[in-house]
């Protein structure tokens, strides 16, 4: 067994030697570095169909360019994710912005602003409606006909010239990108609308031979899971149901197991339902994933790029 | 102000009795009496269109009475819910059961032996393959169309013989069920299958325009709120789409808000988008629902029905 | 394995029989229950020195007549509590009050109006005073020497008249009281000043001897351990010291694990201490102690009272 | 208002480049730069008595050379913490060490091994055994009378020789440690075991004056709040009696407001108290600290050393 070696900081220390560092000593720090370990391995397994699943609030949270990052540098070959999450990448991708705002604020005062918060980030309501108009533009050029939500997104990726956009950085890579809730998002609920008045329809369950039939021709599965919800679940579910349980697997996530929900979830409840292997390499780190995520990031950048 | 008057406990306290105590001291416990408080105006008022949402595992979590119970007293107008609640009604439903099991244990050993954990609840296997058989018996009278989520949700209530199911209740009440992310839940899963080979298919799209009626055509609204998720946020987008924010708005989660996440996001934040009116009656209560709902309940009951 | 049976809950339902549903359910619930069953074993067993650790804002929270009854009936042998509780009974005691506030509020506003804020709860600067004034004039009456916090806390609650008051029931009763850190308290501070002109001193090292004695000569031990903190830790290190780690454990705190900290600390892990027993009756309840306490306190009561 | 601008993460990118990147968008991620800035602020204010406190299990948890280094270039000027983090310090100041661990472990085979558990660290019990031998041999060279908490640790810190141990480092330049609880530590049982028969006595209250003196004759305070506890409240009170709220105000807890705890008390309520200036510079960032504070760290020795 390994003695604790303290962490030691130094002066322009970078980010992957503190991680280095963390491998070292306890609790989440540590937990920290073994996420980190488990991903090199999975980056570096070519037999592994990699998944990122994106929760909650991460594009309004400031991370959205680390996330666009890793999918033009290919770290991940799927991306499920939230119409939130979709919903806000579109609005900055037409040149809308999210502004830093402070949690301690009237709201009420806010909303006579034209300003809706999340935390301590505010998005103009008129940003919303930039959005709608863009959108209906958009989708004029659409096919007259149902598609899954993967093929709309995909297309709607294609549409857009932000190059840091995680939507278009998917369609130009050929990542597909699984939103199951789309409809629960105002992306969904602008796609919604105009569908009412147009031969285009989404049907998310057609998603799921998609989702099934990448899964079934992988080899191997490997995850990294930001916060639960809805994408984790998919994801799992397609795993169970293809008999492909994760040999990677890494969460990050704020939720404890104990009051059941599936966003605290252990991997260790997880291969009981095989959608985690026994030995799968595994780890839970209790942390918010605005933190987490960049550190990870910039040290999975230091080790697979060509410096 | 008033003096704290600390909990005193008695011989065969009835529970309204405890709640009320709760209501003359601090932090959580006030919280929850705060939330009893709110929801007895809420069912009080005619004028109010009532929402239960209802996130995550309360199935499993042995809350299946409780929440049927609520509804078949017509508390609630409008049931909000994940995939996964209606799949473990179901499973219920058919005579299969959840199991008590422990949150200490071998997870491999239970696959062996065909279980699947939620924390410390376990579920067959083929509880699932039970259901499976069923579900394809029982979508054989269904009609050979496109349907609503709701619509469909409410056909299959109406084929369930069990009187405590959530399903059933909600169909002989006429209270729509909306459950956005149906695909994202083994009931989606097995619905899917069977419409590979069917006429019948399921539009969650097509659920939009059900729920923004009902939203649109009532005077108030109000909502207790289970666990966040996207039951939560679909019943805000309606709310938010049809300019009816929430006049009475209890929210149960263990989720916080400083990490951004709709499922922790205060009621606060909610007013900047127009979620809930800036004088709504509104509580959070940090607690596990397993706890809270069973204690609001009785204290509603009691409230509600003549004795 | 026993299904799960889902709570049902019947008008005027007592707080007794909800418990006894938690029983047979999930989660918060289940762990609520099984609290209940070791401390219905702890009380019943004659052989045990059962302790009651009480952390942080209990008495503020408006737990105070609570515990002050479960003492009464002697359902425990020994208080490990912290300066704040006792500061806030000892307020109490002599006629001040604790006042139902908001936690959204100006609190540079309640500072000039000479209120401070816990959570959601104000104390008025001028009962501290009221205190110091008081505890000048009972502290006249103490012997000029040397006492160990257990004896000084002791001699406090002789003078007490509130029949309600933590303090004093304890020395009516001969219940003692061990508060590791009295100094980091307003009432440790009071006496500290009290003491610079005075030949009393009160030495908390002195304690050590007693508390050890005291586990030493039992048979067995058990704790309930309300929210971690230096209470929890002084009785843990009397346990190990003494070698005799408890047979009955039972913690409600609100802490994790992951994070290291003793307030979170599982009994699994006090296991490898020698602070509990392998084969221990042994429960967390990941819940609000304002919430929690009352509802096994009124169980307990119907329990162990003659009806 | 500002736009939020994504992190963008880069090749190589150092530990004060990420948290620069942290200062323009969200949630924790955000809060963490703003504790750098206050940082920044409280260390380059010449007039500000800066204190660390240090709570729980820092020591263990890897960051003992990040603390002593702090201290070692006089970012602070008074330390506040806990005896289990003094015992962690003496005990590799001797030269023992922490075992890196699983929290997924059968904790009775651990007993039997002679090692106990905190979380993912092992201890020898052995260890425990040299330092009560050590820790008996240097306590033959203290004077025999009654020193103060800070006295005697500085007097401890003096013996040792490990130049990273932060008792040693604290007594080298004078920054007086103050350990409120230390009574309740296994550091503080074994010099209660020497004093039964030593004329050496350690009084606890007798640090009051200490530390009111330190904050009388300070014109500013400023605080790093590692985790609240004992080491929390004691300044809380030193500030409140001397009247000289804080300034600068950090903290870092997992704890949450709503509980009543003082270790997750807003800086906003410590505003009532006189604890936190209305105007002062303060945030709170809801990590751990073994995450956050390496970084904090690290940044603060780019921005004060001379490069």
Same mark, same amino acid.
């Given at each position: 067994?390994?003695?604790i070696r303290?962490v030691?900081v130094?002066p322009r220390?970078?980010v992957?030697?503190l991680?280095?560092?963390?491998?070292?000593c306890?609790? !989440?720090?540590?937990?920290?570095?073994?996420?980190?370990?488990?991903?090199?391995?999975?980056?570096d397994?070519?037999?592994?169909l990699?998944?990122?699943?994106?929760? +909650?609030a991460a594009?309004?949270?400031g991370?959205r360019?680390?996330?666009? #990052?890793?999918?033009?540098?290919r770290?991940f070959?799927?991306?499920v994710t939230t119409g939130?999450?979709?919903?806000?990448d579109f609005?900055e991708?037409? +040149?809308?912005?999210h502004l830093?705002?402070?949690?301690y604020? #009237?709201?009420?005062?806010?909303?006579?602003?034209?300003?809706?918060?999340?935390?301590? @980030?505010?998005v103009?309501v008129?940003?919303?409606t930039?959005m709608e108009?863009?959108?209906?533009?958009?989708?004029k050029s659409?096919?007259q006909?149902?598609?899954s939500?993967?093929?709309?997104l995909s297309?709607l990726?294609e549409q857009?010239?932000?190059?840091n956009?995680i939507l278009r950085?998917?369609s130009?890579?050929?990542?597909p990108?699984?939103?199951?809730?789309?409809?629960?998002s105002?992306l969904?609920?602008?796609v919604w609308?105009?569908?009412?008045?147009?031969?285009?329809?989404? /049907?998310l369950?057609? /998603?799921?031979?998609?989702i099934l /039939?990448?899964?079934?021709?992988?080899?191997?599965?490997?995850?990294l899971?930001?916060?639960g919800?809805v994408?984790?679940n998919?994801?799992?579910?397609?795993l169970? !149901?293809?008999?492909?349980?994760?040999?990677?697997a890494v969460?990050?996530? !704020? #939720?404890?197991?104990?009051y +059941?929900?599936?966003?605290?979830a252990t991997?260790?409840e997880?291969?009981s339902?095989g959608?985690v292997?026994?030995d799968?390499?595994? @780890?839970t @780190?209790?942390?918010?994933? !605005?933190v987490a995520?960049p550190?990870?990031?910039?040290?999975?950048? #230091?080790?697979?790029?060509?410096?």
């Amino acid at each position: 067994m390994k003695a604790i070696r303290h962490v030691k900081v130094k002066p322009r220390m970078d980010v992957s030697m503190l991680l280095e560092e963390f491998g070292n000593c306890s609790f !989440t720090a540590r937990r920290l570095h073994e996420a980190y370990s488990i991903l090199v391995r999975m980056v570096d397994d070519p037999d592994c169909l990699k998944f990122l699943t994106v929760a +909650g609030a991460a594009v309004p949270g400031g991370l959205r360019l680390v996330i666009s #990052d890793l999918l033009k540098r290919r770290l991940f070959d799927v991306l499920v994710t939230t119409g939130a999450n979709l919903t806000h990448d579109f609005l900055e991708a037409i +040149g809308e912005h999210h502004l830093r705002g402070s949690p301690y604020i #009237d709201d009420q005062e806010l909303r006579e602003k034209g300003l809706s918060r999340i935390y301590d @980030v505010y998005v103009k309501v008129e940003s919303f409606t930039a959005m709608e108009r863009k959108l209906r533009e958009l989708l004029k050029s659409f096919p007259q006909r149902t598609m899954s939500g993967r093929e709309f997104l995909s297309k709607l990726g294609e549409q857009l010239e932000d190059e840091n956009s995680i939507l278009r950085v998917c369609s130009e890579r050929g990542i597909p990108i699984f939103c199951p809730a789309l409809n629960d998002s105002i992306l969904g609920l602008q796609v919604w609308m105009y569908t009412q008045t147009s031969g285009l329809k989404v /049907d998310l369950f057609k /998603d799921q031979a998609e989702i099934l /039939d990448l899964v079934w021709s992988s080899k191997k599965t490997g995850a990294l899971i930001l916060g639960g919800g809805v994408p984790k679940n998919y994801l799992n579910q397609a795993l169970m !149901t293809a008999s492909k349980p994760l040999t990677y697997a890494v969460q990050i996530t !704020t #939720d404890r197991p104990e009051y +059941g929900g599936l966003s605290g979830a252990t991997f260790e409840e997880a291969v009981s339902w095989g959608k985690v292997k026994p030995d799968a390499y595994k @780890v839970t @780190v209790p942390c918010d994933f !605005t933190v987490a995520l960049p550190i990870l990031a910039a040290a999975l950048i #230091d080790k697979t790029s060509p410096s």
